[in-house]
């Protein structure tokens, strides 16, 4: 069964930082492109950033760039998000998500989410 | 960047009605779109990809259509337990972008 798991959110003040990490498990974890989502309370999703199977290939949204950083270890079937220089408007719950290696560049499969708070 | 515009936000229909929601890209996509389907409380689910395309496991009331800058998802016979907020969003380039959602409700 694949698993998802999203662990590292919490309560952090502004301008603080903070590591999300996603365990994955029921799949050949570097076989896969992955992706993280956020979704702010009460509104849409919006895509954070994308990391090839490999992890040579990275993009960001506008809205993180130069203060996030996603990263991988395929050894340990892991996913990471390092946030930096955190603001209110990170707030928000975010997803690890699966984009499976047959080029249609979807997400088949999504974590359940950790909470990050941003507030001092 | 392309922006995704849904239409509409929220729909309230009958059980076993057809309700149809668009998306609609700012520039030509093909066929690079997604659905998802996200419960109250719950992370989202894929329902639809390349526009047109569903896996084993989605029922088969979802199905989706369109190409170029405008795409349809429709259920064509709603459940309540199709009561959820849907989202398309575009895999064409990136920033990958995602529609505003549309929240369907049972009348």
């Known amino acids: 069964e694949v698993q998802l798991v999203e662990s590292g959110g919490g309560l952090v003040q502004p301008g603080g930082s903070l590591r999300l990490s996603c365990a994955a498990s029921g799949f050949i974890f570097s076989n896969y492109e992955m992706n993280w989502v956020r979704q702010a309370p009460g509104k849409g999703l919006e895509w954070v950033s994308y990391i090839s199977s490999g992890g040579t290939t990275i993009y960001y949204a506008d809205s993180v760039k130069g203060r996030f950083t996603i990263s991988r270890d395929n050894a340990k079937n892991s996913l990471y998000l390092q946030m930096n220089s955190l603001r209110a408007e990170d707030t928000a719950v975010y997803y690890c998500a699966r984009d499976p290696p047959t080029g249609t560049a979807h997400f088949d499969y999504w974590g359940q989410g950790t909470l990050v708070t941003v507030s001092s | 960047d392309i922006q995704m515009t849904q239409s509409p936000s929220s729909v309230s229909a009958s059980v076993g009605d057809r309700v149809t929601i668009t998306c609609r890209a700012s520039?030509?996509?093909?066929?690079?779109l997604a659905w998802y389907q996200q419960k109250p409380g719950k992370a989202p689910e894929f329902l639809i990809y390349?526009?047109?395309s569903s896996q084993s496991g989605v029922p088969s009331r979802f199905s989706g259509s369109g190409s170029g800058t405008d795409f349809t998802l429709t259920i064509s016979s709603l459940q309540p337990e199709d009561v959820a907020t849907y989202y398309c969003?575009?895999?064409?380039?990136?920033?990958?972008?995602f529609g505003g959602g549309t929240k369907v409700e049972i009348k």
């Open positions: 969003q575009q895999v064409n380039s990136f920033p990958l972008t």
């Open positions: 520039q030509g996509i093909g066929s690079w």
């Open positions: 390349a526009a047109s």
